[in-house]
Every structure is written in structure tokens, then in C-alpha cells.
């Protein structure tokens, strides 16, 4: 079996930092792709960032140089720092990652159980 567990949500004023972190264990062969969602009250879950196994990122538009993600591949770990914090970014953050059991598997996606941030104004 595959888990992902999350830490480092927490309550937070405007303009403040917050860094969350997501590691995965278990039965592993090989990780692609890793990366955080997340989903606001009554929203639909969106990519806040991804990052591949050779270090290439991408953001949403509404974090980019705000959020940086990044990845210890030897912790199978990604993390997420998160800069200038607004209050629009509240929600409950995912980890994600394509993670392949066997050489011979495709990968396949694995969510984390999520971590609330909440940004107060």
C-alpha cells in the first residue's frame, strides 16, 4: 500500500508564511510527477503547483512568486513554501503524486488526506 501524509497547515494572518510537506511511503518503485491542490468551500479542486522527477515546476497563475514547490526525491518527499499569504488562499490542501508500485506498472495517481490553511485578513 501507498500513503501520503501531509503536514504544516495551520491558521496564519495576511502576509505570512506557512510551509507544508507531503511524504510518501510504502510499497514504491519509481515517483513522476508531485503536486499540491487544493479545494476552497463550495470550489472545485484546483493544481496549485506541480513539479516533475527532474525538478520542473509549474504554477497556478494566482501563487506564482508567491509559492515555490519543491521536491527530496531520496525522502520521497514535495513540499510547498508559501509566501505573502492572502486570504483568497484559504482551503484545504492535497498532496498528489503519480507513483509506479512495480517496474512493470503504470503509474498511477495517490492523494493525501489534506491540510487546512487558513488565511485570516
Known amino acids: 500500500q501507498v500513503q501520503l501524509v501531509e503536514s504544516g497547515g495551520g491558521l496564519v494572518q495576511a502576509g505570512g508564511s506557512l510551509r507544508l510537506s507531503c511524504a510518501a511511503s510504502?510499497?514504491?518503485?519509481?515517483?513522476?510527477?508531485m503536486g499540491w491542490y487544493r479545494q476552497a468551500p463550495g470550489k472545485q479542486r484546483e493544481l496549485v503547483a506541480v513539479i516533475t522527477s527532474g525538478g520542473n515546476t509549474n504554477y497556478a497563475d494566482s501563487v506564482k512568486g508567491r509559492f515555490t514547490i519543491s521536491r527530496d526525491n531520496a525522502k520521497k518527499s514535495v513540499y510547498l513554501q508559501m509566501n505573502s499569504l492572502k486570504p483568497e488562499d484559504t482551503a484545504v490542501y492535497y498532496c498528489?503524486?503519480?507513483?509506479?508500485?512495480?517496474?512493470?506498472?503504470?503509474?498511477?495517481?495517490?492523494w493525501g488526506q489534506g491540510t487546512q490553511v487558513t488565511v485570516s485578513s
Open positions: 510504502g510499497s514504491i518503485f519509481s515517483i513522476n510527477d
Open positions: 498528489n503524486a503519480e507513483i509506479r508500485q512495480r517496474s512493470y506498472n503504470i503509474g498511477r495517481p495517490y
